[in-house]
């Protein structure tokens, strides 16, 4: 039998989370703007060329990032009401990671005027929390991407505007204000 070989270099989900680290890193200490490629790949100590082999844009890295970095969403709750709590609380966590807000807001900014990237971003990142929530909360798709852009709006706009992630007592009124509207 034949040894298997495996190809030259590190490991994809080795390399993907050291991109992914130095992403959320880069963008917490220069800002999204001056997060390039370039600085990304300096800061995974990689070269550029394999980062754009993985994705064709800084857009798409940062989805990427976003997507690893959120991962599934942890609903345990057996009641609506439960499941809006952890939902946005699981929101509210992930945003206050240090460089994810930045993340988050840059690739927005960028998605105005880049149909592709606002594909990615929707296709990607958006979808598959859509339909869970479509499903775990028992609301029309319309509904839940109002849901969405209530939370993750609400949550961005505090740490753009203060710099600090909202605290918990907020997350909690907000909470509460979304669990009455959805009733």
Known sequence: M?????????????VDA????ATLRTVHQLGYTRATVD????????????????????GALVTACLVDTFGPLPLVGHTREEDVA???????????????????????????????????????LQDPYRQVLTESLGLS?????????????????????????MVESDVDALIQMLQRELR
């Open 2 to 14: 034949a040894p298997t070989t495996r190809p030259p270099g590190r490991p994809r989900s080795s």
């Open 18 to 21: 050291e991109v992914f680290a």
């Open 39 to 58: 600085r990304i790949a300096a800061a995974a100590g990689i070269a550029k060329t394999t980062i754009y082999r993985r994705w064709p844009s800084k």
């Open 86 to 124: 952890a939902a946005v609380r699981f929101g509210a966590r992930r945003i206050a990671e240090p460089g994810v807000a930045a993340a988050f807001a840059g690739v927005f900014t960028d998605a105005i005027g880049d149909p592709g990237l606002r594909e990615i971003l929707s296709t990607q």
């Open 141 to 165: 798709e319309q509904r839940v991407l109002f849901f969405i852009d209530i939370v993750i709006g609400t949550l961005l706009h505090r740490m753009g505007m203060t710099g600090e992630p």
